[in-house]
């Protein structure tokens, strides 16, 4: 018999498994992928970048030595391989869930909404199987480690206000210098804490706040633009709206890149009704709530607008409500992540990570006693999983699970043809030739209308493509003029009789890879 305090040890073991079980289950659909979106152009800075290289040079949009060291170290432990990056991509993503679910107080509410929100609005975990979505794990570990420090050690805060500032500011350069974001996220948790306790903190403390507010505002303008004087002049009128016009198709996209369809609108619903009703509000206030929230969500789902944002809002209005301006400063400001975006689904990402913790907080006892109770019982429902995606993956016939799981699968698949055309195609008497797609790989906020139709996307943009080949292959594709002899590459799309085929790539899980032979 094992005794109570080790059976309350194991129960929160698979309460943690069950938590992270639903993001869990799509990263094993996936694993292992191939090269995918900008993989192909990191592909060749990593293999012609020494240590010197990644410290100091600026590959991405903005200065992130300390990500670029860490995947260029993994890339050359790995000899090249996805496979380490991809799993230290998750297994530091587990780091990040394991900290929020520690910050939970309630475990069995909090594992109940991670296990739903992680697994409907999985497609932001697509980073996971990006060469550079190592920038994003230690992003979410940050966040994850400012929730713990302000649900479970807020007396050791408001104890050792200054000391404990100091050392998350310091913990906040070092996030930085993985994703200048990390900066943003500690200027929303120290701005919190101040309008939280402005009336209890002294001169003192309110100086440092100011002190280190200011600097991370000026550490965060260093990362962005390498410099801390220089500005951007304005370029008038027409560009600034042009790029609030932008900036609001990357927001709305990367929700609605999130909330896939109709049964995830409807978990974005259910999760802000969730933390409405846990907002210890009075009888009158409560149901006004609500029919103000379902018929705001209800106008946005028939617009077309993603629920979700109304979801989110929800949460950040239930924080408000019990004055956790820090969280919602964190929820607020990763929300809008996406504002600087290109619509990825990853941006927006970081504010539902948070929000899973916020909306099972004060659940009514009922909610915490809903689905796995016993140790013996979470032990089979993980069993279960486990089950199924290993059927899933051996292509067991899983009538419904299995066209569930099947965007990724198809997704993964893709990328592997496109790895296997290439292979064929250095070695082939075509090498001269460029390679071209024939359906556009359009960016999520380029595309309002349809920015998840998916099947016959390439993996990767044209411009990766020819930036691989030629730098990479030495071959020179992108100087090659649009009328000479040409393969295109479809996906996803039948055999066009009227073309000549090359070469041709089967699938499982979705429609062959043709390349055809073009003049």
């Not at 040079?57 to 060291?69: D, E, G, I, M, V």
Request: charged share 15%; aromatic share 14%.
């Amino acid at each position: 018999m094992l005794r109570m305090s080790e059976s309350r040890n194991l129960n929160s073991v698979l309460l943690f498994f069950i938590s992270i079980s639903g993001a869990t289950f799509w990263f094993f659909m996936g694993f292992p992928f191939s090269h995918h979106n900008e993989s192909y152009a990191w592909i060749y800075y990593l293999e012609n970048s020494d240590f010197k290289d990644v410290l100091t040079k600026t590959y991405a949009s903005n200065n992130r030595p300390l990500a670029q060291f860490l995947m260029w170290l993994l890339f050359k432990w790995s000899d090249g391989s996805l496979y380490s990056i991809q799993i230290v991509n998750y297994l530091m993503a587990c780091i990040a869930w394991f900290i929020l679910f520690s910050a939970a107080k309630g475990k069995r509410a909090y594992s109940l909404s991670a296990m739903i929100i992680g697994g409907v609005f999985a497609s932001g975990y697509i980073y996971l199987f990006h060469v550079h979505g190592i920038f994003y794990s230690p992003l979410l570990i940050f966040i994850a480690f400012l929730a713990y420090l302000y649900y479970q050690q807020y007396r050791l805060i408001m104890h050792s206000f200054v000391g404990v500032i100091i050392i998350v500011f310091l913990t906040a350069i070092i996030a930085g210098l993985f994703h200048p974001f990390a900066m943003l996220v500690y200027i929303g948790f120290v701005a919190g804490l101040t309008i939280e306790n402005y009336r209890l903190l002294s001169m003192k403390h309110k100086v440092v706040c100011i002190a280190c507010l200011a600097l991370s505002l000026a550490i965060l303008k260093f990362l962005l633009t390498g410099s801390l004087f220089s500005f951007q002049q304005d370029s008038g009128a027409n560009g600034m709206i042009k790029g609030y016009l932008m900036n609001y198709a990357s927001l709305v996209a990367s929700y609605k890149a999130l909330e896939l369809n109709s049964a995830a609108s409807i978990i974005a619903l259910l999760m802000g009704i969730a933390a409405i009703i846990n907002s210890k509000l009075n009888k009158q206030t409560l149901i006004v709530s609500l029919i103000a929230f379902c018929s705001l969500s209800m106008y946005c789902h028939v617009q077309s607008f993603p629920v979700l944002i109304i979801a989110v809002a929800a949460a950040i209005m239930k924080t408000i409500r019990y004055r956790q301006w820090s969280i919602g400063m964190m929820i607020g400001i990763s929300a809008l992540f996406s504002l600087t975006a290109s619509g990825s689904p990853t941006h927006s990402l970081f504010a539902v990570f948070i929000c899973s913790l916020v909306v099972s907080q004060d659940a009514p006892p009922m909610v915490a006693r809903i689905g796995i109770l016993s140790n013996k019982q979470a032990a089979i429902f993980l069993m279960c999983c486990g089950l199924v995606t290993a059927a899933i993956k051996l292509n067991v016939q899983l009538p419904v699970l299995k066209n569930i799981a099947l965007p990724i699968l198809s997704e993964k698949e893709r990328t592997v043809q496109l790895e296997r055309i290439l292979h064929w195609y250095m070695d082939s008497e075509f090498v001269k030739r460029r390679i071209v797609f024939m359906d556009t790989t359009f960016m999520p906020n380029q595309n309002m209308k349809t920015p998840l139709r998916r099947m016959t996307r390439p993996p990767t943009e044209q411009k990766y493509l020819d930036y691989y080949l030629y730098h990479c292959r030495g071959i020179d594709s992108l100087k090659q003029s649009e009328t000479e002899e040409r393969l295109v590459v479809t996906f996803g799309r039948e055999k066009m009789d009227d073309k000549t085929v090359v070469y041709e790539v089967t699938g499982v899980y979705c429609r062959p890879a043709y390349v055809y032979f073009e003049k």
